[in-house]
Every structure is written in structure tokens, then in C-alpha cells.
T-cell receptor, first 114, second 115 residues
Framework: AQSVTQPDIHITVSEGASLELRCNYS??????LFWYVQSPGQGLQLLLK????DTLVQGIKGFEAEFKRSQSSFNLRKPSVHWSDAAEYFC????????????WGLGTSLAVNP | EAGVAQSPRYKIIEKRQSVAFWCNPI?????LYWYQQILGQGPKLLIQ????????DSQLPKDRFSAERLKGVDSTLKIQPAKLEDSAVYLC?????????????FGEGSRLTVL
């Protein structure tokens, strides 16, 4: 079955600390992988995506993610977290098919301590 | 460039009442999606339109939910009658024609509370 797992429901980090949010997927075809961020009361915004090529992808707001096929993972990282990064983060997987249906994880809620 | 517009932002109704949400996608975006996001969960696709045609409505509870995009631009999602479990944020998203899968542009959502 196709699925996306975000093992951490909630993470708290101190401002300036590094961050890694985990994402594991189960997908039959070559996956297209995404990270979206949702700030309180806002819609979702695309942080970064992986389709092919270099397995380390850079996104907006200083985020990066690394695709590891052998581990079926696509973890999101940031070297130094800012208070404004407090939000909900969603990992999603899709394909190049016509229906463009994404499978979403349940999200990881990030809190940042000053 | 204007983003995806949704209204109303908030709606409180009693169960068995009806409600409608409106979405205007980014200009020129052919594909429009309605998602339901229950608190603590990821978005769940309700319906996907390509222009004014339905591509996927397999997860739309058709006994109470309906959606239309008559002119291939803006769209309306209706719930009638509402149940308590329909309390959620209803997100509209759009993508331009030919965009790679998953590059969705979301509106701010319409938060529904059913009492």
C-alpha cells in the first residue's frame, strides 16, 4: 500500500539549533517527493520537491532535504532554526500520472523555543 | 500575481444545516483541487477538476458533498446536510496546465465548525 509516515508528531527545538524532520514512504513507482509547510491559519506552501537527479535538494527559507532510495526516506533539514519556522510540516509523495494525486503524511508540528 | 482566494474563512453551523465554500484559483490554472483537512491530519483530496471536468472524486462523500466548476474557473463546494465529523478546514488548491505533479498552490482555507 502506498503511504507516507512522519514518525514525529511534535518536535520542539531551540532557536538556532539544527532541525531534522523525518519522512518515510512506501510507493510502488518512482516517487516524486515534497515537503510543504503550513503556518497557523494559513494554507500550505511548497518548501521543496524532488523529482530526479541530485538527491540533495534545496528549498525556500533555508531548508534542504535528502532523498535516500535505499531507506525510502526524504528527511527535511535546516542548520539553524528561526522562531518563524514554527509551523506544521507535511511530507507528500506522488507520481507523474495524470491524476497527480498526492499521498500525505499526518504532519509534524514544530515548536521553537526562544 | 494574486493567489488562490477562498471564502468564507470561517463558518459555524449546526448539524443538518448546509454550507457552501467558494474558491477562485490563480488565473490561468487549469487544475483545481478541494481538500479536507481534519485537525491533526494531513489533507485529504475530495475532488479534482481539470478545467470544468471532474478528474477524481473518489473520496467525495457524494450523499452530502457536491462541487462544481461550471466555467472552468472558480469553484463551489457544498455540504448538505452537514454532520459533526465535517468539522475541518477545506483547502482549495490549483496548478497550471502541464505543471509537474504535486506543485500545488493553496488558498488559506475555510474553517468549518459543525455544532
Amino acid at each position: 500500500a502506498q503511504s507516507v509516515t512522519q514518525p514525529d508528531i511534535h518536535i520542539t527545538v531551540s532557536e538556532g539549533a539544527s532541525l531534522e524532520l523525518r519522512c518515510n514512504y512506501s510507493y510502488g513507482a518512482t516517487p516524486y517527493l515534497f515537503w510543504y509547510v503550513q503556518s497557523p491559519g494559513q494554507g500550505l506552501q511548497l518548501l521543496l520537491k524532488y523529482f530526479s537527479g541530485d538527491t540533495l535538494v534545496q528549498g525556500i527559507k533555508g531548508f534542504e532535504a535528502e532523498f535516500k532510495r535505499s531507506q525510502s526516506s526524504f528527511n527535511l533539514r535546516k542548520p539553524s532554526v528561526h522562531w518563524s519556522d514554527a509551523a506544521e510540516y507535511f511530507c507528500a509523495v506522488g507520481n507523474a500520472g495524470n491524476n497527480r494525486k498526492l499521498i500525505w503524511g499526518l504532519g509534524t508540528s514544530l515548536a521553537v523555543n526562544p | 500575481e494574486a493567489g488562490v482566494a477562498q471564502s468564507p474563512r470561517y463558518k459555524i453551523i449546526e448539524k443538518r444545516q448546509s454550507v457552501a465554500f467558494w474558491c477562485n484559483p490563480i488565473s490561468g490554472h487549469a487544475t483545481l483541487y478541494w481538500y479536507q483537512q481534519i485537525l491533526g491530519q494531513g489533507p485529504k483530496l475530495l475532488i479534482q477538476f481539470q478545467n470544468n471536468g471532474v478528474v477524481d472524486d473518489s473520496q467525495l462523500p457524494k450523499d452530502r458533498f457536491s462541487a462544481e466548476r461550471l466555467k472552468g474557473v472558480d469553484s463551489t463546494l457544498k455540504i448538505q446536510p452537514a454532520k459533526l465529523e465535517d468539522s475541518a478546514v477545506y483547502l482549495c488548491a490549483s496548478t497550471p496546465q502541464g505543471a509537474l505533479t504535486g506543485e500545488l498552490f493553496f488558498g488559506e482555507g475555510s474553517r468549518l465548525t459543525v455544532l
